[in-house]
């Protein structure tokens, strides 16, 4: 983990971020950052190295000087830094950290409550939510860690209609929850594990049990069988 960490801080920018490898920078870029910025975090607490933090740091400072207040192709990938951010100003009271995940939380789809657009593009593209499960849910995921922070129940009831949304049009019946949300017949174990964790997540903060029978039907009907021969989930 450490050489990974190293190596990841290497490549970052002298504005902060880890980008751009296309023009301008696009969703799985900003997706991307995003999950490395939980994961620098993530490696700051389990062993103290500053420069993780201090990586994290100018990446959230990136994020604050940069983020985009509208994208027109997969915006719900947008949001995924909520996590990290809402972290961030946790550790080291930073109030642009704050203000910056509050920015985030506020015009992600989930809050605004869009699970998948219905506006088709020229390009054939949904605009501006495709209902990227994975995407919708690390940024629920971030919405309950803001609301954790805040203690504003705004940011926990659009997480509930999230979850209530997936539990009636797209949970199988093994607890796998799609790749998109119009395609839930593709899997994708990543999203899987989001929504393993989003359930647990609920049922800490909200004490229901049926947040716990979902994760349990996740974790033992569904992850274990999008393993593959190789170690992998896919």
């Known amino acids: 983990v450490r050489r990974v960490a190293e190596r990841l801080i290497g490549y970052q920018q002298p504005d902060g971020g880890f980008s751009p490898?296309?023009?301008?920078?696009?969703?799985?870029?900003?997706?991307?950052?995003?999950?490395?910025?939980a994961g620098l975090v993530d490696y700051h607490a389990a062993t103290g190295d500053p420069a993780a933090l201090e990586a994290a740091c100018r990446l959230g400072d990136h994020y604050a000087d940069r983020y985009p207040s509208f994208e027109p192709y997969m915006y719900e990938c947008y949001s995924n830094a909520?996590?990290?951010?809402?972290?961030?100003?946790?550790?080291?009271?930073?109030?642009?950290?704050?203000?910056?995940?509050?920015?985030?939380a506020d015009s992600s789809m989930v809050f605004q409550?869009?699970?998948?657009?219905?506006?088709?593009s020229p390009q054939g593209r949904r605009s501006p939510c495709g209902g990227q499960v994975h995407c919708q849910l690390t940024t629920a995921r971030g919405l309950l860690d803001f609301y954790e922070l805040t203690g504003e129940p705004r940011y926990l009831s659009p997480v509930l209609a999230l979850h209530d949304y997936i539990r009636r049009n797209t949970l199988s019946i093994a607890g796998g929850v799609?790749?998109?949300f119009n395609r839930p017949e593709e899997n994708?174990?990543?999203?899987?594990?989001?929504?393993?964790?989003?359930?647990?997540?609920?049922?800490?903060?909200?004490?229901?049990?049926?947040?716990?029978?979902?994760?349990?039907?996740?974790?033992?009907?569904?992850?274990?069988?999008?393993?593959a021969t190789n170690g992998a989930f896919c």
């Open 82 to 104: 909520l996590e990290g951010l809402v972290a961030i100003a946790r550790l080291t009271g930073d109030p642009r950290a704050r203000q910056t995940a509050h920015r985030i």
């Open 188 to 227: 994708e174990a990543c999203a899987d594990a989001d929504w393993l964790r989003l359930n647990l997540q609920l049922w800490r903060l909200t004490g229901e049990p049926r947040f716990l029978d979902f994760a349990e039907q996740t974790l033992v009907n569904q992850i274990p069988f999008a393993q």
């Open 113 to 120: 409550r869009v699970w998948q657009s219905t506006t088709i």
């Open 178 to 180: 799609g790749f998109y």
């Open 21 to 37: 490898y296309s023009s301008p920078t696009d969703y799985k870029e900003w997706f991307g950052m995003g999950r490395g910025l």
